[in-house]
Nanobody, 124 residues
Framework: QVQLVESGGGLVQAGGSLRLSCAAS????????MAWFRQAPGKEREFVGG????????LYADSVKGRFTISRDNAKNTVYLQMNSLKPEDTAVYYC?????????????????WGQGTQVTVSS
């Protein structure tokens, strides 16, 4: 079992930055691929980016590529999402997700564990 707790959301102006954190419980964090998803009101939950269990590989959605960066610290059982050049269309609840695999998976159905989400609001 893995429990995930996100933090770091908030209100920011367009062009600003935020860093989200996702703290995981358990002693096997380094054997889980991690991902960030987001869900805006009235929309499907969508993949933002993912990172392999070692942190050596990352993948991003085209909409955030070049602006968002995922990293992880396995010693702290934490994964991060650095978000720069934020746009109003980035407004959503952001969720972290985990699956015990080294593959970076894109579909929400493939993840076993989810956090409760953290709200990110970008004002224009």
């Amino acid at each position: 079992q893995v429990q995930l707790v996100e933090s770091g959301g908030g209100l920011v102006q367009a062009g600003g930055s935020l860093r989200l954190s996702c703290a995981a419980s358990g002693r096997t964090f380094s054997t889980y691929a991690m991902a960030w998803f987001r869900q805006a009101p009235g929309k499907e939950r969508e993949f933002v980016g993912g990172i392999s269990w070692s942190g050596g590989r990352t993948l991003y959605a085209d909409s955030v590529k070049g602006r968002f960066t995922i990293s992880r610290d396995n010693a702290k059982n934490t994964v991060y999402l650095q978000m720069n050049s934020l746009k109003p269309e980035d407004t959503a609840v952001y969720y972290c997700a985990a699956r015990r695999t080294n593959a970076i998976l894109f579909r929400r159905e493939e993840y076993d564990y989810w956090g409760q989400g953290t709200q990110v609001t970008v004002s224009s």
